[in-house]
């Protein structure tokens, strides 16, 4: 069941994927025909700045590797203090901001994911905000032109 979870997982994210190259394709290229003024640019912006900030979330959690001791002192080639590890042991296991510390002063977690999730989360949140004062617009629209909103005639 584990390996059904896993190829599902495997197969949502790599649609994902191919579906963000197609939207930053249109975002891009569309640009120069004011597209922020339909909603679909924005639910675009919305799915890439997600997947960007999954993605660097992702690549952040697995900095440590599957034994931290050893991508500490093998591939880092840092001192790998347990003391101070075992002393901010809630620090480590935070989803967010991430931090994987080999000692006092060498995080695994390069420096350039936290602010990269943050951005993706406040362009996202962006997007959304548009996306609904855009509904809301078009509701209001078709309610002052006569139709019902919630009946489906116009």
Not at 79 to 103: G, Q
Request: glycine letters at 8%.
């Amino acid at each position: 069941m584990k390996q059904l979870g896993a190829l599902f997982t495997a197969v949502v994210l790599i649609g994902w994927s191919v579906w963000n190259l197609w939207n930053l394709y249109r975002i891009v290229t569309g640009l120069r025909d004011a597209p922020w003024r339909r909603p679909l640019w924005w639910a675009r912006v919305c799915s890439v700045a997600l997947f960007t900030g999954l993605v660097s979330w992702i690549w952040g959690v697995l900095r440590g590797g599957l034994d931290v001791r050893e991508t500490c002192q093998f591939v880092h080639h840092e001192h790998y203090d347990r003391a101070y590890r075992d002393a901010h042991a809630a620090e480590f296991r935070k989803f967010f901001p991430l931090h994987d510390k080999c000692n006092a002063h060498f995080d695994l977690v390069p420096a350039w994911v936290n602010p990269s999730i943050t951005v993706c989360a406040v362009i996202a949140t962006t997007a959304v905000a548009v996306l609904l004062k855009s509904g809301i617009a078009h509701l209001r629209r078709r309610s002052a032109a006569g139709g019902s909103a919630l009946s489906g005639s116009t």
